[in-house]
C-alpha cells in the first residue's frame, strides 16, 4: 500500500561531474527496480546536472534544503522555485545538521515544509532525538514537537504528499544505527501522532528510517511494518553500496 522509498542524502559531497558519473552507474545497477521510489539529493550545485542524467530513469532528484521565500535580497538562499526549475521532485527538509549548524528550527522548518508544497514539491521531514534526550526518557516528546510544529496549518490533502525521516541523532553517521526494533517503536508512535492529527492519511504516509543504514542492515529495518524506505548519508555515495540498499529485501 506504501510504496518504499530509499533516499540517498549526498550532504557535501559529490562535485558536478562526480554527480553525473554517479547517476550513470547507479541507473544501470537499478534499472529493474520498479516497487521502490528512489531519489538521490545532491548538493545544490550538482542538481540541474545530476537530473539531467536521471532522465528517463526510475532516479528522482531532491534538494537538501531550500528557503521559504520565492525570491528577493536573501544572500545565499535558494527558493523553491529555483529548486523545482532545476529538476527536483523532492526536498529535504529539518536535517539535524540543518538544525545543529545552521539554526534550523520547527518553526523555521513549518515555512519550508509550506513553501514546498506550494511548489508541488515533496517535503521529506527530518526528526530525531539526541543522545541525552533518548537517555532522559523525551524521546517521543521530542518527536511528537517536531512532528506537531514542523506539520503545523497543514490540510488533509497536503500532508497526504508528505513523507518523514525518522533519524535518531545519535545514529547519523556513527555506524550505530537502531535497531529494528527501536525504530519500529518509534515509527509507530509517529505514525499515531499523524492519526492524532489527521486520521486516516496516517496509513499513507511513507515513514523513512535514517541513520547508519547499509546493504548489511537494510533487509532487518524494511522487514518491520511502520519502516517504508531509508534516508541513507554515507552508503549513498557509492553506487553499489546504494544499489545494494535499493534492492532491499524483506
Ligand atoms: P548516515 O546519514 O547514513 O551517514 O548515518 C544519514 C542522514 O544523515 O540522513
Sequence with gaps: MRK????????MNKTVSEAVGFIFDLKNLISDVTDVEIVIAPPF???YSAAQAAKDTNIYV?????FWEEKGAYTGAISPGMVVDVGCKYVIVGHSERRQYFAENNET??????AALKHGLV????????INQRESGETFNIIET???????????SEIESIVIAYEPVWAIGTGKTATGEQAEEVHDFIRGVLRKLYGDIADHTRILYGGSVKPENIDELMTKPNIDGALVGGASLKAEEFAGIVKFRC
Design 4 to 11: 518504499p522509498v530509499i533516499a540517498g542524502n549526498w550532504k
Design 45 to 47: 550545485l550538482a542538481i
Design 62 to 66: 531532491s534538494a537538501q534544503d531550500l
Design 109 to 114: 522548518v513549518n515555512k519550508k515544509i509550506k
Design 123 to 130: 517535503p521529506i521531514l527530518c526528526v530525531g532525538e539526541s
Design 146 to 156: 517536531q512532528v506537531t510544529e514542523g506539520l503545523s496549518c497543514l490540510s488533509s
